[in-house]
C-alpha cells in the first residue's frame, strides 16, 4: 500500500529576496545613522580649535588692519612671560579648586541629610536643587545685589558692617556664588551614590555592633569613592570655565585680583582686540584641562575596570 507523503513546503521567491544575508551588517553600516551627528560635533568643536591653533601663530592685531603675519611660537613665549596671565593661571587654579572642595564637602553632608527619612523631605530635596537650575548670570546678579551689595544686601542686614565684599573679597565673593551655584550638583551625584548601597551590608554592621561614624569610614566611604570621584572631575571641568560670576559681579578686579583664564582671555580677544595671543592663551588652556583630566581619568580607571566592572 502506497504512502502519500506531504508536499515539501517551500517558502516564496520574494520571501527569500527580503530575508537578511548574515555577514552583510558590518559595523561602519551600524555605525552610519551616527554620521550626521559626528559631523556636526566636528564641524563646531574641532574646527575653530583648529582655526584657534592656527591664529596663535599669527601676530593680528584688529586695530591695526594689515598687521597680520607669522611669528611661530613667539605668541606662547609673550603669554607664558605675562605676569597677568601667571596671575589668572593662579586664580583659575584656586577657584577651582576651592570651589570643588567646599561644594563637594557640602554636597556629601546635604545627602547624607536627605537620605534619611523625615517629614518633608521631598520639598527639601527640591529647594536644595533650586540653586542649579538658575543660570548662571541670573545667579550672579543674585548675589552680586542681593547678598554682597554693601547698602542693601543681606549680610549687611546680618552682620551690621558696611563692607563692600566685592571690593575687598572679590575672589572669596566669586567662590561663594560658585559654590552656591554647584553643591547641588555635588549632592545629587553623592545621594544616588548613597542609594545605591546595599542594606544589607549596613544591616548586618550594625547587628555587629559598629556605630555610624564606623559604619560611614568603612562601609559608606569606600562605597562613594567612584562617586566623589566623578563629581569631582565634572565639576572641576565645568568650575574652571567660570566666566558668568566673574564678568557681572567682579569685572576681575579690582584689578586682576579675581580675573581667572576665560575672563583673561576675553579681555585679550574682545578688548585687546589681539587675536594672536588670546588664541595662543586658549590653546594653552585647552592642553593644561587635557593634562588635569588625563589624569583624573586614570585615577577613576582605577576605581572602574575595564570591562565595565567595579573593582
Given amino acids: ?39 556636526f560635533v566636528v564641524a563646531v568643536t574641532q574646527l575653530p580649535f583648529l582655526l584657534t591653533v592656527f591664529y596663535s601663530f599669527q601676530s593680528w592685531n584688529l586695530v591695526r588692519p594689515g ?3 607669522f611669528v611661530g611660537l613667539q605668541n606662547y613665549i609673550d603669554v607664558l612671560a ?21 561644594s563637594l564637602l557640602l554636597g556629601l553632608g546635604l545627602a ?9 523631605r521631598g520639598v527639601v ?28 544686601g543681606l549680610l549687611h542686614f546680618v552682620f551690621g558692617t558696611d563692607v563692600d565684599w566685592l571690593s575687598e573679597f572679590p575672589l572669596a565673593a566669586v567662590m561663594a556664588q560658585v559654590v552656591w551655584q554647584w553643591t547641588p550638583f555635588m549632592m545629587l551625584l553623592i545621594l544616588a551614590g548613597l542609594q545605591s548601597q546595599p542594606k544589607d551590608v549596613l544591616e548586618a554592621a550594625a547587628v555587629d555592633g559598629a556605630g555610624r561614624w564606623r559604619t560611614f569610614t568603612s562601609i559608606t566611604l569606600p562605597h562613594l569613592s567612584r562617586f566623589l570621584q566623578l563629581a569631582t572631575l565634572l565639576g572641576a571641568i565645568y568650575i574652571v570655565n567660570s ?7 567682579t569685572q576681575g578686579g579690582p584689578g586682576t585680583a579675581s580675573t581667572n583664564l576665560p575672563f583673561y582671555i576675553y579681555q585679550r ?3 585687546g582686540f589681539d587675536i594672536g595671543q588670546s588664541s595662543a592663551m586658549g590653546v594653552i ?20 575596570s575595564v570591562q565595565g566592572g567595579v573593582k
Fill in 125 to 152: 530635596r527640591t529647594l536644595l536643587i533650586t540653586p542649579f537650575l538658575i543660570l548662571p548670570a541670573a545667579g550672579a546678579l543674585l548675589w552680586k545685589t542681593t547678598m554682597f551689595d554693601p547698602t542693601y
Fill in 67 to 69: 598687521s597680520r603675519h
Fill in 82 to 102: 605675562d605676569s597677568t596671565f601667571l596671575a589668572a593661571l593662579l586664580n583659575t587654579v584656586v577657584l577651582t579648586v576651592v570651589c570643588v572642595f567646599f
Fill in 285 to 304: 588652556v585647552v592642553i593644561l584641562t587635557m593634562i588635569v583630566a588625563t589624569f583624573a581619568l586614570r585615577l577613576m580607571f582605577r576605581t572602574f
Fill in 243 to 249: 566666566f558668568d560670576a566673574i564678568f557681572l559681579m
Fill in 1 to 39: 500500500m502506497a504512502t502519500l507523503s506531504a508536499p515539501a513546503r517551500t517558502e516564496p521567491a520574494h520571501a527569500k529576496a527580503a530575508a537578511p544575508k548574515r555577514g552583510t551588517d558590518t559595523p561602519f553600516k551600524r555605525r552610519l545613522p551616527l554620521l550626521p551627528a559626528l559631523l
Fill in 112 to 120: 547624607i541629610l536627605l537620605d534619611r527619612k523625615f517629614l518633608g
Fill in 269 to 271: 580677544a574682545f578688548q
